[in-house]
């Protein structure tokens, strides 16, 4: 299934220090944590983020609603709260769709695969 | 106003004292490595801040709106975002500053 491979922050990193040869790998590590803090605190004051190519950061309103706490089963108030959403750009929409011709050569034999059985039956 | 490429990489050379060309440079970066890894199939994860994930969608019949025409949705692979714990407190306790 999908995402069973991952990136995480630190080979983020790595991968930005590797293009960015002329800038010590420690100011790429606190510039890429300034990045992540200066998108958290937009929104956590409110502010949306718009990256073209890529998508938009905003918040959305979840209205108060009545909870349970699942222990005792009393109902308790929840109030209403902002929650992060994010919308991908057509870019990033269109690229995550392309077919990976580049780095998995299973699917393109997977897919080859599949074409020559499609005659059973 | 929205935050923009152009603020995050103003905030760097004010923040850091990356030159602005450096800074520019790093956010077009940041970015493109995302939209690649995701591009690539990868899951991203970002501690603190969230988790960019791809979910494969089945074809589905799908409707034109204004014609009424029944044409089917292709399967694709759409990215979405969950957000970390931190980042997630962070967003809640603005609701308690409005109104």
Known sequence: MDGERSMTKSELIELIAAKQSHLPAKDVELAVKQVLEIMSDALAQGQRIEIRGFGSFSLHFRPPRQGRNPKTGETVALAGKYVPHFKPGKDLRERVNEPDDDLTPSASSRASASTSASTVD | ?99
Not at chain 2, 52 to 75: H, M, V, W, Y
Request: hydrophobic residues 40%.
């Open chain 2, 1 to 99: 106003m929205a935050l923009t490429k152009a603020e995050i990489a103003e905030a760097l050379f004010d923040q850091l004292g990356l030159n602005k060309r450096e800074a520019r440079e790093l956010v077009d970066l940041f970015f493109e490595e995302l939209r690649m890894a995701l591009a690539h199939g990868e899951q991203v994860k970002l501690s603190g801040f969230g988790n960019f994930d791809l979910r494969s969608k089945n074809q589905r019949p799908g409707r034109n709106p204004k014609t009424g025409e029944e044409i089917p949705i292709s399967a694709r692979r759409v990215v979405t975002f969950r957000p970390g714990q931190k980042l997630k407190a962070r967003v809640e306790a603005y609701a308690g500053t409005q109104q």
